[in-house]
């Protein structure tokens, strides 16, 4: 009985440890009408919450509540539970600071938060950008993006900067203006079991954006996302971060006008060390991209055990239905969002880094386009390794094919071409083992080859077989 007695004791003490205190938004003024801006009373639970040490902040059940911006602190659990919503405000006047510091024409920030330690976002609730409202018409395939003076007003989702131990669990974002879930600088990040619808026809609404950070595990997600549904890069205006290094994504399932999976587009350091394993891409315009356009490189990446099903989407959006996609090419100039951000500062030119040492294993695709690897030269795309590798070209929409999509660059963005299954055009060492072509039934009028090379430095190819389906 002394032993049983012992025993309970240590089970209250050790419950008394982990046990949170908990801060109410309601119990601080918030109304959950969906009408009032309840973005002051969240912000006192918060602050409470951080004075005392830490806890749980509590968004209860039952509400929707609207909020304009506010920012989450150190040693803060949000816990948004399950028949919960955060509404952003549709007000455009109350989002003023920006998403990326001086540069302030390409969104503003909801929900923020910079130098934190110990942070999670954690429920079965909903955080809810109101993307549409702050949108333009509404076209076939997208919306009108609204003109703007200095600042675009558009409002990314969850924006945080330097922060250290971060845990993203559980809940569902959608509807984003912007970037959803965008992690600068970030250490030591967890983010699993989220839900993440965004409109498909919403430009810029990236799904989860990992921009210089380290140590980063994405889990169990399903995204569906206008734009990129994940995005590995290095922006220029937080380039004190450093490189973006030691990334796994797993068991994903991802949806996108765009690209499911993206690295680089934005890459002034170095993306490296990453592994993407057991993912499923549905219905989405690129599979994987790797688009380096500045001078940082990407080295040593793995791809395993994916499906990939790629459609071709109108010309609003990068792409022209590749499963797998590469390309090194310098930065176009020729706008003035480029030239102004993109390059570095005070020059009016920009150069491309190298990608290489990447891997492709046990991969399916289908799609009405074909893989696609090209560089401005050969040293800067090299080592790129194909391994049991399966494309099936076939037409499944109405619109035209036959282009190769090489946006933004400084060279040519739409060339128009037969389109081979294995695509490689100014290369390194490429190597294609163990894989295949497969024509559709409804095999594209554009098809060409099945492996067409353009200088490229070394072509190894063993067991390639090329056939029509059944």
């Known amino acids: 009985m002394k032993f049983k007695a012992v025993l309970i004791i240590v089970f209250i003490f050790a419950m008394s440890l982990v046990s949170k205190a908990q801060y109410n938004i309601i119990a601080y003024g918030a109304k959950g009408d969906g009408k009032t801006n309840d973005a002051a009373a969240i912000q006192k639970a918060i602050n409470a919450c951080n004075a005392a040490g830490g806890g749980q902040v509590l968004v209860p059940a039952g509400h929707t509540y609207l909020a304009g911006p506010f920012d989450l602190k150190s040693f803060v659990e949000l816990r948004v539970e399950g028949g919960a919503k955060i509404l952003a405000s549709p007000d455009e006047r109350i989002y003023t600071k920006s998403a990326f510091r001086d540069n302030k024409g390409e969104g503003t920030i909801w929900i923020g938060g910079e130098k934190l330690e110990q942070v999670s976002i954690t429920g079965a609730g909903v955080i809810d950008g109101n993307g549409i409202s702050f949108m333009g018409a509404e076209l076939e395939d997208s919306y009108v993006l609204k003109p703007f003076n200095i600042v675009d007003p558009r409002p990314h989702l969850l924006t945080l900067i330097g922060c250290n131990k971060l845990n993203i669990d559980g809940v569902t974002f959608q509807n984003s203006a912007y970037w959803t879930v965008h992690l600068i600088g970030c250490n030591d990040v967890s983010i699993s079991n989220i839900t993440l619808l965004n409109s498909i026809k919403i430009r810029n609404s990236d799904g989860i954006d990992i921009d210089h950070s380290k140590n980063v595990r994405i889990t169990n997600c399903y995204i569906e996302s206008g734009d990129d549904c994940i995005c590995l890069k290095n922006r220029r205006e937080f380039e004190e971060y450093g490189a973006c290094e030691n990334i796994v994504i797993s068991n994903c399932t991802m949806t996108s006008s765009s690209c499911a999976i993206k690295i680089g587009s934005e890459n002034m350091d170095r ?8 993912c499923n891409i549905r219905n989405s315009n690129r599979g994987i991209g790797i688009q380096n356009r500045d001078e940082g490189t990407v080295s040593d990446v793995i791809f395993s055990n994916l499906t990939i099903e790629a459609k071709l989407f109108s010309d609003v959006w990068w792409g022209k239905s590749e499963p797998i996609y590469i390309t090194a090419y310098p930065r176009a100039t020729a706008n003035n ?21 990447i891997y492709f294993s046990n991969i399916r695709c289908t799609g009405e386009g074909g893989v696609y690897i090209s560089g401005a030269s050969p040293e800067k795309i090299s080592n790129i390794n194909f391994d049991q590798v399966s494309v099936l070209m076939n037409k499944t929409t109405t619109l035209p094919g036959g282009i190769y999509d090489r946006r933004p660059s400084n060279v040519e963005g739409l060339v128009k071409s037969p389109i081979a299954g294995f695509y490689f055009e100014n290369t390194g060492n490429i190597n294609l083992l163990n894989s295949e072509v497969i024509w559709g039934k409804n095999k594209p009028d554009y098809a060409g080859k099945a492996v067409e090379k353009k200088n490229v430095s070394k072509l190894r190819m063993v067991n390639f077989a090329e056939s029509k389906s059944e």
């Not at 993109?342 to 150069?351: A, E, I, S, V, Y």
Request: hydrophobic content about 40%; cysteine-free.
């Open 271 to 278: 993306i490296s060390n990453v592994l993407i394993n057991n």
């Open 337 to 357: 969002k480029d030239a102004g951000w993109r390059l570095p500062k005070g020059q009016t030119k920009g150069f491309v880094g190298a990608v290489k040492n």
